[in-house]
């Protein structure tokens, strides 16, 4: 992977200063059942197309970000800062 | 709320049996050499909160809107911290520094475009922080990696004749 | 012997350049490479060949085959027809058993039938499994090319630098030169890497010789120039490469004496030399073709022309003896020749591109594929785009002659038309499949002369069309690259502590923990271990991960991201906190001290903390709260002091009372230190009455010669992590990462104190749930050997002759003369006493399980 990566705050850099954290998911409002749970904890839609994801600027600012990006030809068509309280999260 | 002394430097203090000795984590690799100087003890405070609203005699660096490292003279670190505005942290001591001469050296340090400095980017394979002067850069990155990156400037100088 | 001086030649006839090649002394002249050098001595065989050892000729002479690969210097596979002569160089041929005329593994050649066809290791060698040592030695002597000298140590240094330009243009000739000067007026900034040391030019940068090894994403160009790699990032891409002369394929094709026309055209026009004394040509285009006049400038007579435009002979095959040409046979008739120029045409080199993201499609007209499609950002010019002059489409090959030897598609791999009809008969009828199994294309050729001419023949045998065969994925690199220049400088990132210098200089044993380099132990680990029990030890844990979460929601964050409570904590007072993610999952533990109303101190695992403070910092992003994290684990050094003498050592250093009543256990005090302002965190970190010194790592070397000079009589030593790990055992700390792994939650690992489910959220909440629902399914828990035995790390617990658990941390601990460890068990296990039988050296040995700490089990030396 050599693609650059457009940081909303320090500008286009080689994805190399950054790390994913893979695609975006919703974290639950309340108590959802084990099927609910093991869908958000595990289940991953791994499109083979536009996916929005986490990025971090590991070796830069050091922000967390959204990018959306085309998972066949890393292509990154948007990249953002998130919106406080989103309600979006991954497990990790 | 603590004042977080103990991150401070420069708040050590000689007494009738102690003297604190500011040790440079560069002081090693560097011995010997005059082509890189250290500036490990620079003052270097950041700051958290709303940038613009700094208003002091110091250099700054604006890493996000949100964040900045101000640089000054080790002397004036405990005037700048009381003046500074948001949340004010030392990393004089977290933060080893290093200035070199040439834009070839830093090419073959990183991939950051040297057109667009200051900036935050990945320098010797280590997060860092990078000004340009010229044709002389200084370099701010984690002390604990400053044994290293002494290391691999000094390889690098000595490969460019 | 060269010609009198040629018009264009390179040579400098005034200076000599004297080397060494198979013990005798060789001269050429500067401009001269090894291999005209080589040529003009009367050289002619070059290599032997990959598998059958066959002797080997200049085909290409431009560095686009791997019919002159030898040894320079030390440095294996080195193309000698474009490598320059250095005076005094050292140069050896390869893959030989004595010596280029007499190598005697050329025996496969003419009597190892039965080792050649391809895929016969594969076939053969895998039974029986016994005899796979043999195999390998013999596998690992037939495989690859070339020498290296294991102990060569650092001979050359490998540089990497960051380029950037407007415009790339690859490749120097014609179209590569008028591109980059039209660019360059037009007032863009160009660099121009050609491979053959195109000159310099006043209008833009010419980077020569230097190869470019591929096009990557984001206009990433790396280009090799010999001992610096280095990584252009380019707005626009100019592939300027040029076409690829082609080889025909008939019988004996690979024979020494049979040439590429661009061989004959520089040996003669470049280096004077005169390439043989009868010379048949075979063209299918003008090029070829044009080199008759060449020849015949040279004293050479070109004895029979054939233009496959107009009459493609059925028969071609050339005969020889030692490997060397002798005659040519077309169509029956039999001439006699020392010299064959063969042209198929001129390909495209269009790697690049397709690399790049170009389609590749087949122009069935001129019998080439041709580059289409390209990417905003990159342009062909020239042949590389496919423009050139007409030529006939060869045959796929020709037949033979009566006694004719073996025809080549691959001379890389010595793959031979045979080998490519039964790969299709056993079902590789996919161009894909059939270059795995016949590596076709693999060699260091890089399909340049073997991809074009193996489609054709795979396209014949399964009677269809190239277009339909389709090409094969072109990948980096389009140019061979050493490895040490990929490897570059070849330093680690490294992180050391600011007391490192001085463990290092007590003789301490230093290991890796991720990035970090710590001392294991200094002198021996268990008596560290005892010196904490008994008196006082000093450990350097500076790696600790050390955050700061400040801010009018910094309470609730951290009871987010923790099972833990923290809002009631008193100011000044410190927690053990365990990290969990949404899965339940033990991510890290650590210690949360409270600085303030708003403030916490927070510390994680050495090798945990990168992430910790990265996942601290992302829900931070999720959630928006007001609570700042800011990262200080290079900004302070630590320091562990331990054992029941540490109280006495502390309270000649520090400015506070040291008594219980000063600093009492799980305390956070700010104080001086020798001098230094320090953050005292007073925890179990060994389990001994201990104190954690928090502070500016500058005095990381000052603090610790203090602590070492000031407690000199009281018997202190330092201390390194595995007598860390004994004491910590002793204690039942678990170690994220050992004692946990995916599957580990709190309440399963023994902590159910750390999780306040009746909390209205945190991270991890439901899943603790659910286990709580669910009931254990197995337990982390203590074991005490009766007969003293370690067993190892990861050792099965056995019970009723069927596993029920693992082993996963085991010590022997000097202090209680006894083997003791952690255990994943079944819950009917997890009972203070129950016996369990552990696997050691293929029996059993027995333990008893524990709940409690080995050592200390009520904390009566943590408090005291
Ligand atoms: S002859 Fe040197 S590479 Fe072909
Ligand atoms: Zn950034």
Redesign the pocket.
Known sequence: MSFLLNCPNCGPRDVNEFACAGEVTSRPKALPDLRGLTDYVYFRRNVAGVQREWWYHRFGCEIWFLAERDTRTNEVLKTELPQASAGTSSAG | MSELHFLSPDRARSEDLFAPRFASPLARVLAGTTSVLDLSQLGKIEVRGDVDAIDVEAEVVRITPRRALVLCPYEQCAELRARLPGLVIDMTGALAGLELEGEQAMRRLTDLDLEGLPAAGKVAEVPALVLRDGSRFRIFFPQEFAHYVGEVVLDVLEGIE | MRLPEQLNERIDRSRPVRFFFAGRVVEGFEGDTI?SALFASGQRV?SRSFKYHRRR?????????????MRVDGVPNV????EPVREGAHVHAQNVLGSLEHDLLAAVDHFGGPFTPVGFYYRTMIRPRSLWPLYERFLRNVAGLGRLDKHAGRTRRFDTEHRRTEVLVIGGGRSGREAARSAAAAGRQVVLVDERGAPADGAFEVLAPARAIGIYEGGLVPVDAGNVLYRFRAERIVVATGALEQPLLFPGNDLVGVHLPG?VRRLVDEWSIKPGERAVIVSADERGLAVADKLERAGTSVVERIDLRSAPPRQLAARGSRGRLRSVVVDGREIECDLLVMSGGRQPAYSLLAQAGARVEYDAERGIFVPSDLPSNVEAVGSAAGEQEPAAVPAATFEGAEGAGRCFVCVCEDVTEKDVKRAIAEGFDSIELGKRYTTVTMGPCQGRLCHVPSIRLFARENETDEKAIGTTTARPPWAPVSLGLLAGRGHEPTKRTSIHHRHEEAGATMMWTGFWRRAHSYEHAANEALNVHRGVGVIDVSTLGKLLVQGPDAARFLELLYPNRFGDMKVGRIRYGVLGTDAGRIMDDGTIARLGEDQYYVTTTSTGADTVIEWFEWWNAVWGLDVETVNLTGALAAVNVAGPRSRELLGRLAQIDTSNEGISYLDAKETYVAGVPCLILRIGFVGELGYELHFASPYGEYLWDALLEYGADLGIRPFGLEPQRILRLEKMHILVGQDTDSESNVLEAGMPWIAKLDKEDFVGKWALEHVQERGFREQLVGFEMTDGVVPAEGGQIVLGGRPAGRVTSSRLSPQLGRAIGMAWVRPELAHEGAEIDIKVNGGFARACVRLKPFFDPEGERLRS
Not at chain 3, 57 to 69: D, H, I, Q, Y
């Open positions: 291999g070059f000729g200049l085909l290409c002479c431009s560095g686009g085959c791997p019919n002159c690969m193309r000698v027809c474009t061989a």
